[in-house]
Nanobody, 123 residues
Framework: QVQLVESGGGLVQAGGSLRLSCAASGRRFNSYGMGWFRQAPGKEREFVAAVNWSGGSRYYADSLKGRFTISRDNAKNTVYLQMNSLKPEDTAVYYC????????????????WGQGTQVTVSS
């Protein structure tokens, strides 16, 4: 079992930055691939970024490359999402998730989910 708790969301102006954190508890955090997803009102949950167990491989949604960076610190059982040059369309609830299947952009391959953190970008 892995428990995930996101933090770092909030209200930011367009062009600003935020860093989300996801703290994991439970066993063997460093054996899980980790991902970030987001869900805007009235829309389906979508993939944002993923990182493998070591942090050596990263994968991003094409539309977000260059603005968002995923990283992890296995010593702290934490995964991060650095978000720069934020736009109003980035407004959503952001979720972190853990998968025992390497790492993936597919929502259904994730086994554990956090409760989400709200990010609101004003224009």
């Amino acid at each position: 079992q892995v428990q995930l708790v996101e933090s770092g969301g909030g209200l930011v102006q367009a062009g600003g930055s935020l860093r989300l954190s996801c703290a994991a508890s439970g066993r063997r955090f460093n054996s899980y691939g980790m991902g970030w997803f987001r869900q805007a009102p009235g829309k389906e949950r979508e993939f944002v970024a993923a990182v493998n167990w070591s942090g050596g491989s990263r994968y991003y949604a094409d539309s977000l490359k260059g603005r968002f960076t995923i990283s992890r610190d296995n010593a702290k059982n934490t995964v991060y999402l650095q978000m720069n040059s934020l736009k109003p369309e980035d407004t959503a609830v952001y979720y972190c998730a853990a998968t025992g299947r390497g790492f993936s952009k597919r929502l259904e391959e994730y086994d554990y989910w956090g409760q989400g953190t709200q990010v609101t970008v004003s224009s």
